[in-house]
C-alpha cells in the first residue's frame, strides 16, 4: 500500500506530477505536488551538498549551467547582475531611508554583499561550505548560522535570494531567520513563481535542475510559508526595485549579454519588465514582516 506523502508547509496528501532527471549523474527525481497550497517539492532530493554546492556549481558548470557567480564577483560593477543588486538597494533604502542592519542570508560568494557595502550600507552575508570559504578570502563579513546565534533579533532587513527553491523546510528555515530580525523587519524574498506553469511544471526551467533546485511556490505557498514562521505577509509595490530585479531575470534567462552596457540602458526596460512580470508573476511573492 503507498503511504501518502504530506505537504511540508500545509500537511495535505500530495500526489505525484512526474519525474525530472537530473545533470550531475542522471538521477531520476521525483517530484510531488500538493493540491491545497500548490506547494511542489523534489520528493528523493539530494544530501550531498559539499558535492552539488562545489567550485564547479558557482562557475555555472554544475547543477544549474545558468549561473556563473565566480564570473561576476570578478566583474562586480559590469556584469548583468549588477541590475539586481540595484534593485534589491533600492528596496531596502525604500524600506529603511535611514538605513538599518542588512543580513544577505544564503549569500553564496557574497557578491550582493560586496557590492552593498562600496554603498556604504551596513551589510553581512550567511553561507555554507565552499561559497562561504571562497567569500572569506575576498574580504566581506560572511558568518555561518551558528557564528549567527549572537546576532538575535539583530537585523532590520534580511534578503534570501533565490534562495527558497533550494531548501528542503522552507518553514523551518523562516522560522530560524525570523529569530535575527527585529520586531518589524523585512524579509524580502526571491524566487520563481510557479503558478503560471502550473498546469506544467515540468516544463518550467526552475524545475529542470532538480539536483539543486527542490522546492516550488505559488504566491500563496509563500503566503502560508511566512505566516507559520511569524511574519505577516504583505505584497511589494511593483516598481520600487523590482524593474531592475526583472530586467536581470530577462537578460540572464537570454543569455545574450554578460555585461551591462549603455546600449543595454537605453532599450525600453519599463515595457519590457512590465510584459515579463504579466508573463511571469515573479512580483507577485510577498514580502515578510517580522512579527
Ligand atoms: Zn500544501
Known sequence: MNVAILCPVCSHAT?????????LDGRRFHVNGCPSCHYAFVVNYRHDYSTIYDDDYYA???ADP?????????HLESTIRVYEWEGLCKIFKDFFPEGGRWLDYGCGLAGLVEYAQHRG??????EYGWAASAAK???????????????REAFDFVTLVEVLEHVADPIDLLRRIRTLMKPGGVLFLTTGNAQPWRSNLLKWSYTRCPDVHI???EPQTVKLCLQASGFQAQTLNYGVGMESIIKFKILKNMRW??????????????????WADMRYQVSLHPYGVAL
Open 215 to 217: 522546492s516550488f511556490y
Open 66 to 74: 545558468s549561473v556563473d557567480y565566480l564570473h561576476e564577483i570578478r
Open 137 to 151: 578570502q575576498r574580504g566581506p563579513l560572511i558568518l555561518s548560522e551558528d557564528e549567527l546565534a549572537e546576532h
Open 15 to 23: 500526489h505525484f506530477i512526474g519525474f525530472q532527471n537530473g545533470r
Open 121 to 126: 550600507h551596513s551589510i553581512i552575508g550567511c
Open 60 to 62: 555555472g558548470q554544475g
Open 257 to 274: 549579454f554578460k555585461y551591462r552596457s549603455r546600449y543595454l540602458d537605453a532599450l525600453p526596460w519599463s515595457c519590457f519588465c512590465r
